[in-house]
């Protein structure tokens, strides 16, 4: 996972071979469209990625879900998960080594009414489903936050902070049941577009054919799920 694409402004890709990856810094953020994609408090999903950085100097959102629904952050020299009503410390923030490491969230409403925080395959903290919310929004943020700002007359406006530094690979949201197994088995593979039960899946990369009737992967922001 060491080969990853710059993403140096709106316009301007900078490209290392295969298997691209989205790298953010100088206050940007990826954002993934879920606005068809919700789910209610009664269903199963699966959020999971890969991610490289160095640990920040300060407060940074690694992942979050709309308005601060959902929250996956480093504070305090700790990956936490918050929500609107309460803040889970996951472990020390050793994983922000520089080194690629793969992050899952598990969340069975249904199945065992529990919600499990997965690194590099391994179960290193669990809750309650009923404290993680359901993916009840518009957006999910990669390396931000967002806050919604009132202006008056109806009006507001969006603002955007607690930026995060770092590469980010293969992100997959899933609907449905997904066991431990399948996290530990699949995180090293890529998935198959429109495989069941993906609702999202950016790779971050794409496969054409070039004037030279060659295979080539070039950098992409397209959701590769359907």
Not at 10 to 34: P, R, S
Request: aromatic share 12%; with cysteine; proline share 1%.
């Amino acid at each position: 996972r060491g080969r990853y694409l710059i993403l140096e402004d709106e316009n301007a890709w900078l490209l290392n071979n295969v298997n691209k990856a989205l790298e953010l810094k100088d206050h940007q953020f990826g954002v993934i469209d879920i606005s068809r994609r919700t789910t209610t408090d009664e269903d199963n999903y699966l959020i999971e990625f890969w991610f490289k950085a160095v640990t920040p100097k300060d407060t940074a959102t690694i992942m979050s879900v709309g308005n601060g629904l959902l929250k996956l952050r480093y504070a305090e020299n700790k990956i936490e998960l918050a929500t609107e009503q309460k803040v889970h410390y996951i472990n020390t923030a050793e994983c922000l080594d520089g080194n690629w490491h793969h992050i899952a969230i598990n969340v069975l409403k249904k199945a065992l009414g529990s919600a499990i925080v997965y690194l590099d395959g391994n179960a290193v903290y669990q809750m309650s489903a009923k404290e993680i919310p359901a993916m009840a929004s518009d957006q999910i943020l990669l390396g931000a936050e967002r806050e919604i700002i009132a202006l008056g007359n109806d009006m507001y406006k969006y603002v955007y902070d607690k930026f995060f530094e770092g590469c980010f690979d293969e992100f997959r949201y899933w609907k449905g049941y997904h066991s431990a197994g399948f996290i530990k088995n699949n995180m090293n593979h890529r998935v198959t577009d429109g495989a069941i039960g993906l609702a999202a899946y950016y790779p971050f990369e794409k496969q054409i054919i070039d004037d030279y009737n060659q295979t080539q992967y070039v950098a992409s922001l397209a959701d590769h799920s359907s």
